[in-house]
């Protein structure tokens, strides 16, 4: 997967996931003060429906993960390695700027056939480092709310969007345990919200429907965020802890989600092909992408990362 020796792209890992980078990349993506009351609608549009982001980052981010692709999977080091020891104040930073790295910028930087590497192979990454910080005891863990509100002075709002970052990785994956993973968060921030606010998430009353929907993820993301001044800190964290959870129907009923079959050059399996045909082909690869693909799973080779994407960031 790519040429040059492993010995020495790994070597250089130290000198591109710089602390720098990492912290950079959470600045960016959590442009906000950590004490500082949030507009909701403003970063759920700063998501889903614009991106301020990717210009911001794309010329540091874009050697730094053309690297990593040319290391592979079975020789890819532990990137928590890079990462200052989890009691470090600026752990929890630095964890999430890699989750970041990893598990965000390829969904936003990658275009064409580039998206395999996000699906096949950068998800599967970010998924290592973050199985990595959800098992250090509850005291070293990066995503708590005491360790962002003792250490860094993080209010509630701040503290919901990085919980939402961190949750991420879990929810992308095709793993159930990593499903169940991302309910339990889900579940601990819609705790917290409740217990600060007073106010009971609506969603509960439709638990058994969010958990059981197989059509809803692609319904809920196509309605997009709450948007407006009506929008509320709760409103807005009820709303996203649905749509986290709302994902794991899917992988009850398939163990995969069959909008990925595609960009991951994989066969139909039993009743996906009706599925995405009823979501009206939600979140499929475009179907010559889908063909070169196919071409280089045959061929048991990978299109080099940048090949449809790096001439449309720069025209």
């Excluded at 104040?89 to 580039?114: K, M, W």
């Excluded at 082909?281 to 449809?308: C, I, M, N, Y």
Aim: proline share 7%.
């Amino acid at each position: 997967m790519g040429g040059g020796s492993i010995t020495s792209l790994e070597s250089s890992l130290a000198d591109i996931l710089t602390p720098r980078l990492l912290a950079l990349l959470v600045k960016h993506r959590l442009p906000y003060h950590k004490a500082a009351k949030i507009n909701f609608s403003h970063f759920g549009r700063n998501i889903f429906l614009i991106d301020p982001f990717a210009p911001l980052i794309r010329e540091r981010v874009w050697p730094v993960l053309i690297t990593l692709s040319k290391i592979g999977l079975d020789g890819m080091p532990d990137l928590t390695t890079y990462l200052p020891p989890p009691l470090d104040p600026t752990f929890p930073v630095q964890c999430l700027g890699l989750l970041l790295l990893l598990d965000h910028c390829p969904r936003l930087l990658f275009r064409g056939i580039d998206h395999r590497w996000t699906y096949a192979y950068f998800s599967q990454i970010s998924q290592r480092v973050a199985e990595s910080w959800y098992n250090l005891p509850k005291g070293m863990r990066p995503d708590t709310w005491e360790r962002w509100h003792n250490d860094f002075g993080a209010e509630l709002d701040y503290w919901i969007g990085v919980r939402f970052w961190f949750g991420t990785p879990f929810v992308h994956s095709e793993r159930l345990e990593h499903q169940e993973i991302g309910i339990k968060l889900t579940e601990e921030t819609r705790t917290k919200v409740e217990e600060v606010s007073g106010e009971t998430d609506p969603y509960r009353a439709q638990r058994n429907e969010v958990l059981g929907d197989i059509y809803g993820f692609p319904r809920e993301y196509r309605r997009g965020p709450p948007q407006g001044k009506g929008v509320t800190r709760e409103g807005w964290t009820f709303w996203m802890g649905m749509l986290m959870d709302i994902h794991k129907p899917i992988i009850d009923r398939f163990g995969r989600y069959p909008y990925l079959n595609g960009i991951c050059g994989r066969e139909w399996r039993d009743g996906e092909e009706e599925w995405v045909k009823e979501v009206k082909h939600f979140g499929e690869a475009d179907q010559d992408v889908v063909r070169r693909v196919k071409d280089d799973v045959r061929l048991g080779k990978w299109t080099p990362l940048g090949s449809d994407s790096l001439s449309l960031w720069w025209k």
